[in-house]
Every structure is written in structure tokens, then in C-alpha cells.
């Protein structure tokens, strides 16, 4: 599989493609892909399908990956009121571990994963995507929750022509307009599965997937070297190109069996994820808190998006303070294998979250002391990752470098 670009982002020293990137295309995937039992009969609709994730890895001859945070007036992230410009950071590949030149002093091993894996749509729930999704980008402005969170992003990504990729039907024809018109994109995880970012589906995970077609109509891609809970940069995990590896039986009538609707249809149901037994080993950890109180002292109800967005800030000020800039923390916190949780959902008005990072991956003791956190030339981090500055537009500059 090639990356979730399909090679828009280059192995370089400029953040230039990340500011550039079209995102109307994404993402770039393997699939799909017909599933049949040993007596040749198709997976059917309301049949449970189970992937084991047998093998997986980087793309033999192309280890590498990156991590970036897009501009705010394309695509922007998380944190892009903070974050606004374009960032990228190089990762290299030995073994199971990763370290970049942009964020140096840190190392750690990958669990390598899927960002994406999936059953399509029948007709029926296909329309009901665009329904509700369309209904949301229509009327939610109304409710100004999230723009404040996360300001220029979209509130939803609705079908569009625009970077619309369609395998072997050829662009331009009819067929391909009535398609590009209607296909949902990929952006969301969904009912099918789809983009659910789960850094844990690694070696021996088992995926629980309802079918809704007949043959399931697999599909796959978005592979990640590492990626930490939230994914918070947006572009956030070790992007990459990679292989995998898939096992698929077929638990028939399995729907109705183990997925109860959470929704006015049978066809409002959820995945089931068996997570397993690989992964890597680590017995220290920092953790910061988050509540529901934003950065302008504003108190929200029990809202755990404000409160890891804080969590994530408390620690990406923390780590400032160990010789790195607040971008390489940023792009750190969003790759490595740190863990996210909503810790109080319960108690009014503060929800709590949490983020938890493995100490053992920084080649220095980043935990508080109590004599003065040293500053010396030695902990100085540098290089930083590369960067393009924020101007409100989207324009290349005379000379692009990692600094323009």
C-alpha cells in the first residue's frame, strides 16, 4: 500500500508539500476486495466479518515515515489555533524502532497498524451518511461548540468531484460523476469501520466488521509506523507506505448475533475490535490532566474534547522546558506511543482526560526534581522540525526551505 497521500509527501528537507498538500484526496487505499468462504459462497449482508491482522510492516526498500501538522487554511489540526503553520518531521526506520533529525534525543518502537480497514456501504446506509452529515455542516454553526474547539475545520466531509479517486472507472464519463457525487469520503470511521485510527489493531488483532454488500467489499490503507492516542496533529501518526497481511472468516447471520443498533435501524452498529498481543513494554510513565476549562479560563460541561485538548497542552508546555521547541512536542506527542484516556466523565461540570507518556523513550529524565531542570547546551534540541510560516495563505514562496 502506498501512503495515505499516494507519495504527495517526500522524503526532504521542506515543509512546502505539507503546506501545499490537496486534501480533497484522500485517502489512497488498497481494495476493494470480495470475500468468499471455502465453498465459494460471497459474505452477505448482515454476516460479521473477521480480519486478523496476520503480518504487517513498512514497505520493503521505502522505511520511512513522517509525521506534520497542516497549515490552518488547509486542513489545519487539533491544536492549529496554537499550531498554524505547516510542520513536518522525517522518521527512520530500524527495526521496530523510529527516531527523526527534527525531534532528536528521542527513540521508540512502532506498533505498526492500519489506519484504516473496512466493509463499504450498502445503498441504504450510504444515503443516511450523507443525510446526517449533510444536516451537521447545514445546521451545526448553530451550536458554535466545536468551531471553538477546532476553529477552520470543516464540520463535515461531504461527497464532492473535487480529488474524488474511483479505481478502474474511468473519470469524466457519467458513471463516475453519479458515483463521485454520492461516494462518501473516507475521513470518518463509520458503522463500516473505516478510518478509526486505532494504534493497537497491530499483529494477531482481530477486526469484528458488519458486512452490508454481498462480499464485504474490503478495503484498507492509511498504514502507521506509531501513532499516539487522538492522533493530535491531525496528520499526526508515523505516516508510511507498508504491506499487510489479512486472514478473513465469516460468522454467518453474525450482525444480528453480536451487534446491538444503536440507532433508529438495524444498520446503525459499531465494529468490534480484538486487540492483540503485541505490543511494546513500558513500566514508567508522566501523566497530564486536562479538564473542561479551556485556554481562555471558559468553563464548558463535562466536554472531554476541551479537556484533552488542555491535557495536551499541559504537556506539550512541560516537555518545552527539556530543550524542545513546542512544535517537536507537538508532532512527538501525536506519534509515540503514548496513551490518551477520558479519566472523569461524571463528575459536573469537569470532565478529565488524561495523557500518559512513556518516560523511557527520551534520552534524558524528564520527570519534575527538585533541583532546577538543567538548561545546559546539552539539552538544547536542535534541529527543529521543518516549517513554513503562516500567512493566511496558500501560496509557495521565491526559495522554500525549512525555514521559509
Known sequence: ????????????????????????????????????????????????????????????????????????????????????????????????????????????????HPGIIGTAPSM???????????????????????????????????????????????????????????????????????????????????????????????????????????????????????????????IRGGMKEYLTPMGPTSLHVNPIFEIGPVEPRFSEWLVFEGISVDETGRQHYLDATVAYKRAVLNAIDYLSKFGYSKEQAYLLLSCCPCEGRISGIVDSPNAVATLAIPTSIFDQDIRPKTSKVPVGPQLVRKPDVLKCTYDGKLTTTKNPSATT
Open 124 to 250: 441504504e446506509l450510504l444515503n443516511i451518511w450523507n443525510e446526517r452529515e449533510r444536516e451537521l455542516e447545514e445546521n451545526g454553526l448553530q451550536s458554535m461548540k466545536l468551531c471553538e474547539v477546532l476553529h477552520s475545520r470543516p464540520l463535515a466531509n461531504l461527497p464532492s468531484t473535487k480529488g474524488c479517486r474511483l479505481g478502474k472507472i474511468q473519470e469524466g464519463t457519467p458513471e463516475w460523476e453519479k458515483i463521485a457525487r454520492e461516494a462518501a469520503r473516507t475521513i470518518p470511521g463509520r458503522e463500516n469501520g473505516g478510518n478509526c485510527d486505532i494504534k493497537n489493531l497491530s499483529r494477531g488483532s482481530k477486526v469484528y466488521l458488519p458486512v452490508f454488500v454481498e462480499g464485504a467489499n474490503l478495503s484498507t490503507g492509511d498504514m502507521h509506523f506509531s501513532q499516539g492516542d487522538g492522533e493530535v496533529s491531525f496528520c499526526g501518526a508515523i505516516e508510511m507506505s507498508g504491506f499487510l497481511e489479512l486472514k478473513c472468516d465469516i
Open 1 to 112: 500500500m502506498v501512503d495515505w497521500t499516494g507519495g504527495a509527501i517526500r522524503d526532504d528537507d521542506s515543509a512546502i508539500d505539507v503546506k501545499l498538500i490537496d486534501l480533497s484526496t484522500v485517502h489512497y487505499l488498497s481494495g476493494p476486495i470480495k470475500v468468499i468462504d471455502k465453498d465459494g459462497i460471497p459474505a452477505k449482508p448482515g454476516d460479521l466479518l473477521v480480519v486478523e491482522i496476520c503480518n504487517l510492516g513498512p514497505l520493503p526498500g521505502d522505511e520511512w515515515g513522517y509525521t506534520a501538522t497542516f497549515d490552518r487554511e488547509n486542513g489545519g489540526g487539533f491544536l492549529t489555533d496554537h499550531f498554524p503553520c505547516a510542520t513536518k518531521a522525517i522518521w527512520y526506520f530500524e527495526g521496530i524502532y523510529a527516531y527523526s533529525p527534527h525531534i532528536p534525543g528521542v527513540r521508540f518502537p512502532g506498533l505498526t
